[in-house]
C-alpha cells in the first residue's frame, strides 16, 4: 500500500505583505477575488464606484482582506487564485514562488 504524504509548508502560513499583492497579484479579476477572499459585497461594490484604476481597486480590496482578516495567508490567497471562478494559476505559482 502507497500512501500519498503531503510536504508541509510553513512559509505559505505567512501573512502576505500588502505591497507585495499590490507588486505581484497584477489581475482585472479583483472583484472575483475579493469574493472568493470573503469580502464584503457591498464593500467590492464601493470599491467599483469609488475607483477608475484596476490597481487602485487591487489596492484597495487588499487593504481591506488584510484588515479584516487577521489570519490572511498566503496560502488562503494562492487558494483563492486557483479556484475556478478566477483561475489565475500563473499568479499563484509567481506568489508561491517568492514565498518560499
Request: proline residues 3%; positive net charge; hydrophobic residues 35%.
Amino acid at each position: 500500500l502507497s500512501t500519498k504524504m503531503s510536504v508541509i509548508k510553513p512559509y505559505l502560513n505567512q501573512r502576505p505583505l500588502h505591497r507585495d499583492l499590490c507588486n505581484h497579484v497584477r489581475t482585472n479579476k479583483w472583484y472575483l477575488l475579493g469574493i472568493q477572499l470573503d469580502i464584503d459585497l457591498v464593500f467590492l461594490n464601493d470599491i467599483q464606484v469609488e475607483y477608475h484604476s484596476e490597481g487602485k481597486r487591487r489596492s484597495k480590496m487588499f487593504e481591506e482582506w488584510l484588515r479584516v482578516n487577521p489570519e490572511a495567508s498566503v496560502s488562503q490567497l494562492i487558494e483563492a487564485l486557483r479556484k475556478e471562478s478566477v483561475q489565475e494559476n500563473v499568479i499563484a505559482y509567481k506568489i508561491e514562488k517568492i514565498y518560499q
